[in-house]
């Protein structure tokens, strides 16, 4: 998520969902940066970073409903600007 071009970080994003019920969570470490593998070769790197930085899981699953999928994306509409 880009604040600057969305108007709302991911954290507020993630706050917002967490007020209406919602679970969200930042995304998983990218394994080149977890302590164990410092000092280990990197190839590339810089995509799963930059998601790592700014990205949010959302709901997600087969047992969604269009109710649900819709819930979601209104409260995150809500916040940009």
Not at 36 to 49: K, T
Not at 61 to 68: K, L, Y
């Amino acid at each position: 998520m880009d604040p600057a071009q969305f108007g709302a970080t991911r954290a507020a994003i993630r706050l917002a969902l967490e007020r209406e019920d919602i679970e969200s969570r930042p995304l998983w470490k990218p394994m080149h940066l977890q302590p164990v593998f410092a000092g280990c070769e990197v190839v590339g790197g810089d995509v799963a970073a930059a998601l790592f930085q700014h990205g949010l899981c959302l709901p997600s699953g087969t047992a969604m409903s269009e109710a649900d999928l819709e819930r979601v994306a209104a409260v995150i509409q809500s916040l940009r600007r």
